[in-house]
């Protein structure tokens, strides 16, 4: 279940993605989530890795790493030079936080949060 209020607060779930199931279920499809909305997410979790176990925190980076992937190319202009060279800096940083054996919130929670203020400039 979601925070009070989080994006994921009020979306609807649809059936064909298991309403009813709790956790598991997905947001219906024809409800996307705006870039906003969905880097709020990116920074709950972020808050949480300093709540979790190291497990956790491997888990919950390998997590981030993917939404911020995904946000990077979903980019509707394409990047300028010294942007997309912070970007690529920043996320081997992340690569490099979450792989190792005891990853530090901190470190990897500084250069997310250069990779989500070139996301929210884009």
């Known amino acids: 279940m979601s925070a009070p209020?989080?994006?994921?607060?009020?979306?609807?779930?649809?059936?064909?993605?298991?309403?009813?199931?709790?956790?598991?279920?997905?947001?219906?499809?024809?409800?996307?989530?705006s870039l906003a909305a969905r880097?709020?997410?990116?920074?709950?979790?972020?808050?949480?890795?300093?709540?979790?176990?190291?497990?956790?925190q491997q888990h919950v980076m390998n997590k981030i790493l993917a939404i911020l992937r995904r946000e990077m190319l979903l980019v509707a202009a394409p990047f300028a030079a010294p942007a997309l060279a912070c970007l690529r800096q920043a996320m081997a940083e992340l690569e490099h936080e979450a792989g190792r054996i005891a990853p530090t919130a901190a470190?990897?929670?500084?250069?997310?949060?250069?990779?989500?203020?070139?996301?929210?400039?884009s």
């Open 5 to 33: 209020g989080s994006p994921l607060a009020n979306v609807p779930l649809s059936p064909i993605y298991g309403e009813g199931e709790g956790a598991g279920a997905l947001p219906a499809p024809d409800r996307a989530m």
């Open 39 to 56: 880097l709020i997410v990116v920074n709950e979790l972020m808050r949480a890795l300093e709540l979790v176990t190291q497990a956790g």
């Open 107 to 121: 470190a990897f929670n500084r250069h997310a949060r250069v990779i989500i203020g070139v996301l929210e400039q």
